[in-house]
């Protein structure tokens, strides 16, 4: 469409792909102003049971179906992944610099998760995930680990800043 000269920025007619533009921008196709769709940000507590993707035929429940569509008419994505076993915090939106910004690597966020133990953890297995542990695809450490409760080692916050999937 660009090459067809169809689209203009400030009135130009642009034919040079890859020509940057800002938010201030008009832009327009076949003389019609291009518009950007509101940015939406959604917060649920994701339940155990419900995978967190918005399309796999074999999963029998995922997060996006947990969504109103009558209240969410926008297509938005989960930000980060929790396991199917999984509950806590997931972010949606369709605002992908921000979905970046929170989940890739290089931005070295941080993370907090509540674990429930079946058993009493053991303080060499406590020294461990703060020295660091062995995974398929690396060494993974926690940067802070306590106990919730002083008198109950079943219940743990740890912080971790690592990309890794499956962590």
């Given at each position: ?29 076949n003389g019609e102003r291009l518009k950007g769709e509101n940015k939406v940000y ?109 008198d109950d080692h079943r219940k743990l916050g740890i912080e971790i800043h690592s ?5």
């Open positions: 469409l660009i090459l067809a000269g169809v689209v203009t920025v400030n009135g130009v007619v642009v034919t040079e792909l890859g020509t940057k533009v800002s938010l201030n921008d008009d832009i327009r196709f959604l917060v649920m507590n994701k339940p155990k049971g419900y995978v967190t993707t918005t399309n796999d035929p074999h999963a029998d429940k995922m997060v996006r179906d947990l969504i109103n569509p009558d209240l969410c008419p926008q297509r938005v994505f989960p930000v980060g992944r929790l396991d199917k076993n999984t509950t806590g915090v997931l972010m949606f939106t369709n605002d992908g610099e921000i979905a970046e910004k929170l989940t890739h690597p290089s931005y070295d966020k941080k993370k907090i998760y509540q674990v429930s133990l079946d058993s009493k953890l053991k303080q060499e297995d406590y020294e461990k995930i703060l020295s660091g542990v062995e995974l398929s695809d690396g060494v993974i450490a926690a940067d802070e680990l306590e106990y919730i409760e002083e990309g890794k999937n499956r962590i």
